[in-house]
């Protein structure tokens, strides 16, 4: 194992850590908007099952809900792109 | 700040981020993003000067597209947020919407393949206009501390939360609308822009590799699913960049009581 190591150019494992470093931003980035969409989007469903005449407002709450909670997950994917190794 | 070593996956080559979205300029820095903006700034402004110019009164054709969507704007947007006294808004909104729905379909376009919203300049200018429009209208219609005071300490709120609410609330009338309005445009469009481009490469690689083509329709179709996706991306984040900014208004015009 260490020989591997003092073999390898540490130039390429900082580039190989920054790749996992990214892949682990945005994929804990998208967790908590993954979850809040999804309860966003399903009482908005059940709203709209129970009262059908107010799904027009129900709508345009849901987006902006979505609008809101997926800002998290998009800070996220830029900042997966801006970390350099 | 973006690396730009060729990914090579399964002996495809991806391009870097960076020949994705950077285009060579000519004169006065003008490239293909500052033309297909032109353009769309052309094609809004003329679809509905010819749909404004007959009148008919059972509308056909272009007059139809131009009235449903104004029609939109009223009842979708602004009697949805801010109320019947926003209608003084609707010039704004309306071209906003227009504006950036058709910046972002050019993303679908053949031969033109980009959103121009996928460069964060146009999000950060239209989110910046944004921001100076809500303030101030918050201003004039309540005041220079009429606007601060209700917008750091809402009605309802036990006082020791002021502690807690009150900052919260002054970032993000001053910071995090603006950010988070661009970056959401911005980081929609660049992850729309880069799925398809990954599937086209995808598609156009397994092409040339012998045993892979098997799953060559596959990806093909995924890539037809898509961009059909994509045109609904694009509808929805012209739809929400503008009602956000129809929010903020009627934030601003009716402080909550």
């Given at each position: 194992?260490?020989?591997?190591?003092?073999?390898?150019?540490?130039?390429?494992?900082?580039?190989?850590?920054?790749?996992?470093?990214?892949?682990?931003?945005?994929?804990?980035?998208?967790?908590?908007?993954?979850?809040?969409?999804?309860?966003?989007?399903?009482?908005?469903?059940?709203?709209?099952?129970?009262?059908?005449?107010?799904?027009?407002?129900?709508?345009?709450?849901?987006?902006?809900?979505?609008?809101?909670?997926?800002?998290?997950?998009?800070?996220?994917?830029?900042?997966?792109?801006?970390?350099?190794? | 700040?973006?690396?730009?070593?060729?990914?090579?996956?399964?002996?495809?080559?991806?391009?870097?981020?960076?020949?994705?979205?950077?285009?060579?300029?000519?004169?006065?820095?003008?490239?293909?993003?500052?033309?297909?903006?032109?353009?769309?700034?052309?094609?809004?402004?003329?679809?509905?000067?010819?749909?404004?110019?007959?009148?008919?009164?059972?509308?056909?054709?272009?007059?139809?597209?131009?009235?449903?969507?104004?029609?939109?704007?009223?009842?979708?947007?602004?009697?949805?947020?801010?109320?019947?006294?926003?209608?003084?808004?609707?010039?704004?909104?309306?071209?906003?919407?227009?504006?950036?729905?058709?910046?972002?379909?050019?993303?679908?376009?053949?031969?033109?393949?980009?959103?121009?919203?996928?460069?964060?300049?146009?999000?950060?200018?239209?989110?910046?206009?944004?921001?100076?429009?809500y303030n101030?209208?918050g201003i004039?219609?309540q005041?220079?501390f009429g606007y601060f005071k209700n917008a750091m300490f809402p009605?309802?709120?036990?006082?020791?939360?002021?502690?807690?609410v009150s900052?919260i609330e002054l970032v993000q009338i001053i910071?995090?609308r603006?950010?988070?309005?661009?970056?959401?445009?911005?980081?929609?469009?660049?992850?729309?822009?880069?799925?398809?481009?990954?599937?086209?490469?995808?598609?156009?690689?397994?092409?040339?590799?012998?045993?892979?083509?098997?799953?060559?329709?596959?990806?093909?179709?995924?890539?037809?699913?898509?961009?059909?996706?994509?045109?609904?991306?694009?509808?929805?984040?012209?739809?929400?960049?503008?009602?956000?900014?129809?929010?903020y208004?009627?934030g601003s015009?009716?402080p909550d009581?």
């Amino acid at each position: 194992m260490l020989h591997v190591l003092a073999e390898t150019d540490p130039g390429e494992v900082a580039k190989g850590l920054t790749a996992i470093g990214r892949g682990i931003v945005y994929g804990g980035a998208a967790i908590g908007p993954g979850i809040g969409i999804g309860l966003v989007v399903a009482s908005a469903i059940t709203a709209m099952a129970r009262q059908p005449e107010s799904a027009g407002m129900v709508r345009t709450t849901m987006f902006l809900g979505i609008a809101f909670t997926e800002a998290l997950a998009l800070f996220g994917f830029v900042l997966a792109f801006i970390i350099s190794g | 700040m973006i690396h730009d070593a060729v990914i090579n996956v399964l002996a495809i080559d991806f391009p870097p981020i960076s020949h994705l979205i950077e285009w060579p300029s000519g004169p006065l820095g003008i490239n293909k993003v500052v033309v297909l903006m032109w353009l769309s700034v052309i094609l809004v402004f003329g679809l509905m000067y010819a749909g404004s110019r007959k009148k008919a009164l059972v509308p056909a054709g272009v007059q139809n597209l131009a009235e449903s969507a104004v029609d939109f704007i009223h009842n979708g947007i602004i009697l949805e947020t801010i109320g019947p006294d926003g209608m003084g808004y609707a010039p704004l909104l309306f071209t906003m919407f227009t504006f950036i729905f058709a910046l972002n379909i050019w993303e679908i376009v053949p031969f033109a393949q980009m959103p121009v919203n996928a460069r964060i300049a146009l999000p950060i200018l239209l989110a910046l206009l944004v921001w100076f429009i809500y303030n101030i209208v918050g201003i004039i219609k309540q005041g220079f501390f009429g606007y601060f005071k209700n917008a750091m300490f809402p009605p309802g709120v036990p006082w020791p939360l002021y502690i807690l609410v009150s900052p919260i609330e002054l970032v993000q009338i001053i910071i995090v609308r603006p950010l988070s309005q661009s970056v959401r445009l911005f980081a929609n469009m660049l992850a729309g822009h880069l799925l398809l481009t990954s599937f086209a490469i995808i598609t156009a690689s397994l092409w040339s590799l012998s045993f892979l083509i098997v799953i060559w329709p596959a990806s093909l179709a995924l890539l037809i699913a898509l961009t059909a996706f994509e045109v609904l991306v694009s509808f929805l984040q012209a739809f929400i960049f503008t009602i956000l900014t129809a929010v903020y208004i009627g934030g601003s015009m009716h402080p909550d009581h």
